[in-house]
């Protein structure tokens, strides 16, 4: 009988393991790393998290370093949009002067999304129209010399992205069905084996 109580705990808790509204919350965090086409002082490596509220549509975290600073909500804003299949996240500098500091991040995928390569070509005119590209083109980052110490700490400079990707920290839908038929076949074994022959 305690055998039995034992199976139908584990059971439930495959069950949840793999149902597909279990893999993705309200809030999906990603790790960020991408390759920028001009590096800055021998660096072109950005790497990063950033965390977004599907249920607001809005960045809720990020945490950037880039050749120029380091993006992060104490000195910069961050937006979200949607349009025509594509997802733009803009890091938009905090300056007394209103000048654009200012890193770009876009992919082309539907929401929410598990990983997805950055976008690093022309943007179309119906999506770009939505957002600011002080360099023009596709993805970026950029910074200007005339913010605050601290804010750009490397003085001015910018590049497009040459590639760059994102991948979700959350396990996906596909990965939790495999650890569930995992768990599965350990407990046929072990049934076989030991607890059902009691």
């Not at 069950?15 to 590096?39: E, H, I, K, Q, R």
């Not at 993006?71 to 937006?79: F, K, M």
């Not at 905090?94 to 929401?111: C, K, Y």
């Amino acid at each position: 009988m305690k055998v039995a109580k034992h199976l139908f705990a584990l059971a439930a808790l495959l069950l949840a393991l793999m149902l597909p509204g279990a893999a993705w919350a309200d809030s999906v965090t990603y790790d960020f790393t991408g390759t920028l086409a001009t590096p800055f002082n021998g660096n072109g490596t950005v790497t990063g998290q950033f965390t977004i509220d599907f249920s607001t549509d809005a960045i809720s975290a990020f945490d950037f370093t880039t050749p120029y600073s380091e993006v992060t909500a104490s000195n910069y804003l961050p937006i979200l949009v949607s349009a025509n299949g594509f997802i733009g996240l803009e890091f938009l500098g905090i300056s007394p002067n209103g000048s654009a500091n200012d890193m770009l991040l876009v992919f082309q995928t539907p929401i929410p999304f598990t990983a997805a390569s950055l976008f690093t070509g022309p943007l179309p005119g119906s999506f770009a129209g939505f957002v600011p590209l002080e360099l023009g083109g596709g993805s970026q980052v950029q910074c200007t010399s005339n913010f605050p110490q601290g804010v750009c700490s490397n003085g001015q400079g910018g590049s497009l992205f040459e590639s760059g990707s994102a991948v979700a920290t959350v396990p996906e839908p596909s990965t939790l069905l495999l650890l569930g038929a995992g768990l599965a076949t350990l407990l046929a074994t072990l049934c076989r084996n030991r607890f059902c022959s009691q």
